[in-house]
């Protein structure tokens, strides 16, 4: 068989790793192979034994891993950036063998399921016990394929996952079992139904917006170099960065914007100048007639607290919101994380405040969908290399709950973004240069399936995939794997 050949498996690994290597990269230039990626490797390892469809698998993962070394070791030290890129990896190479050894023992269509299924459960579980969230999922690679990201309303992302992986598996399939017709056939076009099925919902969903209520909001952020470190900062400094952006947020006050949102961790608020810089921001938001959502250091001395602060225009303070999703880097700096999310009524429109790392995590922003939240404020700061990827993760929190992200973040890319996942206004700050934005974002009062149900679909796959083990060592087996 020519797909257990020595040059055959060499040239799978190659353009396996390729396609994953450019469809899980930073910037999501190449969604499109992520289709095609899992295909070469799902061939060669219905054709060779397991060990070695497992180093295939390992290997040709591994190469798409690569991708992201350059941005791993910017922001975590060498032994994290290793554990990542290599764990990842053993990871797909399991799936592939428990896929394989499945579709193996079965000469029938629903054996095509089990990569997807496995895909979904390893995610799934991998989300659940992260200290990064959803941060590997490959589904968001998929981010400006709009009319595929809307099933994410339904399932979470995990039902992205799921479909761009049950595609390459009914290929290969059908090739393995190309003599069986029966199998073929009904694999073939059961996933025809399903795409177009989603592809027409995603289709409707996008022409289904017809809102009249809006927000006018504006966002800045000043060259990063002007901002003073958070361990040195000294009341005057305080002082003169939040007088380096009233000046932007007189600018954009004057284009229209109703409401001001700047990044995470610009000032830091001690107990000495707290109540001091406070009443500025106020006196501010007063002047100006806007509501400003500002990210801060709070250093109580003893710890530290990344902070959300909402204050509306008549100079009340609507929500003083504590990150709860630290960045590692952050735990080893003494921050002590938040408890609770972060809700409030601004203009009569249910919303809430996160920080940055708190959008990386699906369970927890299910909450505000829980809450009906309609417009979600996040100030964050990004790495740079990972401007792209960070906004669309918080995005696409947006899409699965129903509410518009307004999203600054410093050495990142400011956007402004639908439920349904359309970057309406975007800017980008990276490398430290300045940017501002002002943009109109529509509020629709739709409520979201996954905003309801929750993670249906993931636990769906996770018992699939309990019976898909069951029946791979205990159901009688079709062909010898």
Not at 185 to 194: E, F, G, P, Q, R
Not at 243 to 267: D, N, W
Request: with cysteine; aromatic share 12%.
């Amino acid at each position: 068989m020519i797909f257990s050949k020595p040059n055959t498996i060499i040239g799978g690994i190659i353009l396996s790793g390729l396609c994953w290597y450019l469809s899980c990269g930073l910037n999501g230039d190449y969604w499109w192979l992520l289709w095609i990626a899992p295909i070469p490797v799902l061939l060669i390892s219905l054709n060779v034994s397991a060990g070695k469809a497992f180093i295939v698998a390992f290997l040709a993962y591994l190469i798409g891993r690569l991708s992201w070394v350059p941005y791993l070791l910017s922001v975590v030290p060498v032994p994290i950036t290793l554990l990542f890129t290599v764990l990842l990896p053993l990871i797909f190479g399991l799936v592939i063998v428990i896929s394989r050894k499945i579709i193996l023992n079965s000469a029938h269509w629903t054996a095509a399921l089990a990569f997807p299924v496995c895909c979904v459960s390893f995610e799934y579980l991998f989300f659940l016990l992260s200290r990064d969230g959803t941060f590997a999922s490959i589904a968001y690679a998929e981010s400006d394929f709009l009319p595929l990201i809307q099933l994410a309303s339904i399932t979470g992302i995990t039902g992205i996952t799921f479909l761009v992986c049950l595609f390459p598996s009914v290929i290969a399939m059908s090739i393995y079992y190309r003599k069986i017709k029966t199998v073929r056939n009904y694999s073939i076009s059961i996933t025809a139904v399903l795409l177009a099925a989603v592809f027409l919902f995603g289709l409707i969903r996008l022409r289904n917006s017809s809102t009249q209520n809006q927000i006018a909001v504006g966002m800045a952020i000043i060259e990063r170099k002007l901002h003073f470190e958070t361990d040195n900062s000294k009341t005057e400094n305080e002082i003169h960065i939040i007088q380096l952006y009233e000046q932007e947020i007189t600018r954009l006050t004057k284009q229209g914007a109703k409401v001001i949102v700047l990044p995470e961790k610009i000032i830091t608020l001690s107990p000495n100048n707290g109540a001091i810089l406070i009443k500025l921001l106020k006196d501010i938001a007063v002047r100006q007639h806007i509501s400003i959502v500002i990210g801060c250091t709070r250093d109580n001395k003893v710890n530290k607290e990344n902070i959300g602060l909402v204050i509306s225009s008549a100079g009340e303070i609507l929500n003083d919101y504590q990150k709860v999703n630290l960045f590692e880097g952050e735990i080893y700096e003494g921050f002590i994380p938040g408890k609770n999310i972060g809700l409030f009524s601004l203009d009569n429109i249910p919303s809430g405040i996160a920080v940055c790392k708190d959008m990386d995590f699906q369970q927890y922003m299910h909450k505000y969908g829980q809450q009906n939240a309609k417009v979600l404020y996040v100030p964050a700061w990004d790495f740079n290399k990972d401007a792209w990827l960070h906004s669309r993760m918080a995005i696409l929190r947006g899409v699965e709950n129903g509410y518009g992200v307004i999203r600054n973040a410093m050495e990142g890319r400011l956007t402004i973004s639908d439920d349904r996942g359309r970057v309406l206004y975007e800017a980008s700050c990276a490398d430290g240069r300045p940017a501002s934005l002002f943009g109109k974002l529509p509020v629709e009062e739709n409520k979201t399936f996954y905003s309801m149900a929750g993670d249906w679909f993931s636990i769906t796959c996770l018992f699939a995939f309990l019976y898909f083990l069951w029946f791979s060592f205990f159901a009688k087996k079709n062909k010898s794997a």
